[in-house]
């Protein structure tokens, strides 16, 4: 396990090999180093669900049941965490990944999967992170090296939560939750959670996957004077996540979940596949994922 120090005039950034994460991403403004992500310990042992970004492949969220079809043959998957009925967000976020390029600036990792008895997907997923001014780029990228299946791509960042934080996403709709951490209905999206002109994160819990999404969000941050846009062109959705006290006695309202993705949540059974993508042997998908630093000119407030 390995971690990799990524550096600009105006950004600073650590990837680590244990689990494809970012355990940092920081602004620098006037001397000052200003985390843009829930800033994590720079510990190459550090787990995705501590780190500051981890990778969704090959797909995000959860799986109803553990149960599929894909071309009339029957899938099933295991949980891989024990607080969890559900497979959960892929494998990707738990593997191990190789170092294949890094520089000063950009960075390059390699996992491969095989199929296991915990789930079907056999693949290549490759990495690749660079800094360039006040921007970041990542790409994700997948091969199937299995049996047709359907495939997802998307992140999981954590982004730094203040009390003056607002969003800025526009969407069509929404899905309710329903227990076990599925979603439930589509449904239109209701005035707390409209992200459409800008508004604050509720403080209460959120766990909700959003549809319609043009591929472009703006985070503010008006007390430290900054702006983050967003650009994931390739993602038609978006899932939003808040903590609370009952889910992790120890949050403390300083972060939350913005998760672009290609698919919508539990689509593996769904008539329309909602994003996902099913990859003949062999075949491969991308995203790339834009993340940009300003002040606030121009920004939502």
């Given at each position: 396990?390995?971690?990799?120090?990524?550096?600009?005039?105006?950004?600073?950034?650590?990837?680590?090999?244990?689990?494809?994460?970012?355990?940092?991403?920081?602004?620098?403004?006037?001397?000052?180093?200003?985390?843009?992500?829930?800033?994590?310990?720079?510990?190459?042992?550090?787990?995705?669900?501590?780190?500051?970004?981890?990778?969704?492949?090959?797909?995000?969220?959860?799986?109803?049941?553990?149960?599929?079809?894909?071309?009339?043959?029957?899938y099933a998957l295991?949980?891989?965490?024990?607080?969890?009925?559900?497979?959960?967000?892929?494998?990707?976020?738990?593997?191990?990944?190789?170092?294949?390029?890094?520089?000063?600036?950009?960075?390059?990792?390699?996992?491969?999967?095989?199929?296991?008895?915990?789930?079907?997907?056999?693949?290549?997923?490759?990495?690749?992170?660079?800094?360039?001014?006040?921007?970041?780029?990542?790409?994700?990228?997948?091969?199937?090296?299995?049996?047709?299946?359907?495939?997802?791509?998307?992140?999981?960042?954590?982004?730094?939560?203040?009390?003056?934080?607002?969003?800025?996403?526009?969407?069509?709709?929404?899905?309710?939750?329903?227990?076990?951490?599925?979603?439930?209905?589509?449904?239109?999206?209701?005035?707390a959670l409209d992200?459409?002109?800008?508004?604050?994160?509720?403080?209460?819990?959120?766990?909700?996957?959003?549809?319609?999404?043009?591929?472009?969000?703006?985070?503010?941050?008006?007390?430290?004077?900054?702006?983050?846009?967003?650009?994931?062109?390739?993602?038609?959705?978006?899932?939003?996540?808040?903590?609370?006290?009952?889910?992790?006695?120890?949050?403390?309202?300083?972060?939350?979940?913005?998760?672009?993705?290609?698919?919508?949540?539990?689509?593996?059974?769904?008539?329309?596949?909602?994003?996902?993508?099913?990859?003949?042997?062999?075949?491969?998908?991308?995203?790339?994922?834009?993340?940009?630093?300003?002040n606030l000119a121009?920004?939502?407030?």
């Amino acid at each position: 396990m390995a971690l990799i120090d990524l550096h600009t005039e105006h950004l600073d950034a650590t990837v680590s090999t244990l689990g494809g994460t970012l355990l940092r991403l920081d602004a620098r403004r006037g001397g000052e180093r200003l985390p843009l992500l829930r800033p994590a310990p720079l510990d190459a042992t550090i787990p995705a669900l501590r780190s500051a970004c981890f990778p969704l492949v090959p797909f995000g969220n959860r799986v109803r049941g553990n149960r599929f079809a894909c071309e009339g043959r029957p899938y099933a998957l295991e949980p891989n965490q024990l607080w969890d009925e559900h497979y959960l967000h892929g494998d990707g976020w738990l593997g191990r990944w190789s170092l294949a390029q890094s520089d000063a600036r950009s960075a390059t990792l390699v996992y491969e999967h095989p199929a296991d008895a915990a789930t079907p997907y056999a693949y290549r997923a490759t990495q690749h992170f660079a800094l360039s001014g006040d921007t970041m780029t990542m790409t994700l990228a997948v091969t199937n090296l299995g049996a047709p299946l359907p495939f997802g791509l998307g992140w999981h960042p954590y982004f730094v939560l203040e009390p003056d934080t607002r969003l800025q996403a526009p969407a069509t709709s929404y899905w309710t939750e329903r227990e076990h951490y599925l979603p439930g209905d589509e449904a239109p999206v209701p005035e707390a959670l409209d992200f459409r002109a800008g508004a604050p994160l509720p403080r209460r819990w959120v766990n909700n996957g959003f549809a319609g999404w043009d591929g472009a969000a703006r985070i503010v941050w008006p007390g430290r004077d900054l702006a983050l846009s967003i650009e994931a062109p390739g993602a038609g959705y978006y899932f939003v996540f808040v903590s609370d006290t009952g889910f992790d006695p120890h949050y403390h309202h300083d972060y939350f979940c913005f998760e672009p993705m290609t698919h919508a949540a539990d689509s593996h059974a769904s008539p329309d596949p909602r994003g996902l993508v099913t990859l003949a042997t062999g075949a491969d998908m991308a995203l790339t994922m834009r993340l940009t630093v300003s002040n606030l000119a121009g920004a939502c407030r």
